[in-house]
């Protein structure tokens, strides 16, 4: 089965402050996916990789797959307290996807 | 808002009972999974459903799970005589096809006492 590390497990950042998570398989990612779940709700999606070296963004996070497609990275710049939350990297175990399995989490503090 | 809706949010159950979890999916979307996430843990992948049919079942423990996903109406993950281990939060998400991002539900809080 995919394994997906997250690291770091948790963050602790001053507000303004720039940050990295990251996001790596134990196999080759076909599709990559980064999510937010605010405590006690579900998950939100914000973004979806699937080509190596493909980066997009979204207002001051951007997320990354690098060539091999086996790892994933998610910076935030500036952060804010809205960024606060635990964040998960789920992937796709193969091109015909089936179900997504997750990391663990990483979750991030924002200090005002 | 045509979400996910999962229901109830939050359910105790008393050692022994069975508790029913259901999920209305995002309207138009066929693929339906349930994940498990216990406190200070990832979440673990139980079950994949299309309409009548359960697609990969690997993550469903073998006794007293199951999952349904009725031509009509709601996805329903029951658990007969639920243990004090069986405290989680259950999510299901819903996607229109494989390969592509899932839309979450606000989960079930399932507290057995």
């Known amino acids: 089965s995919q394994e997906l590390e997250q690291s770091p497990q948790s963050l602790i950042v001053q507000e303004g402050k720039n940050l990295t998570i990251n996001c790596t398989s134990s196999k080759t990612l076909y599709g990559l996916y980064w999510y937010k779940q605010k405590y006690g709700e579900g998950l939100i999606f914000l973004m979806m990789l699937q080509k190596g070296g493909e980066e997009k963004s979204h207002e001051k996070i951007t997320a990354k797959l690098d060539e091999k497609k086996q790892q994933s990275s998610l910076h935030i710049t500036a952060s804010q307290p809205s960024h606060a939350g635990i964040y998960l990297c789920g992937a796709d175990p193969n091109t015909n996807a089936g179900k997504s399995t997750f990391g663990d989490g990483t979750t991030l503090t924002v200090k005002p | 808002n045509a979400g996910v809706m999962q229901n109830p949010r939050h359910l105790v159950r008393r050692r022994g009972q069975e508790a029913r979890l259901r999920c209305s999916p995002v309207k138009g979307h066929s693929h339906v999974y349930w994940y498990r996430q216990l406190p200070e843990e990832g979440l673990k992948f139980m079950v994949y459903l299309q309409k009548e049919n359960i697609i990969d079942e690997s993550g469903m423990p073998k006794e007293r799970f199951s999952a349904e996903f009725p031509k009509e109406g709601p996805s329903i993950l029951r658990i007969q005589q639920v243990v004090r281990g069986d405290s989680a939060a259950y999510f299901c998400?819903?996607?229109?096809?494989?390969?592509?991002?899932?839309?979450f539900g606000s989960g079930t809080r399932l507290t057995v006492v």
């Open positions: 998400a819903s996607s229109p096809s494989e390969g592509t991002a899932y839309t």
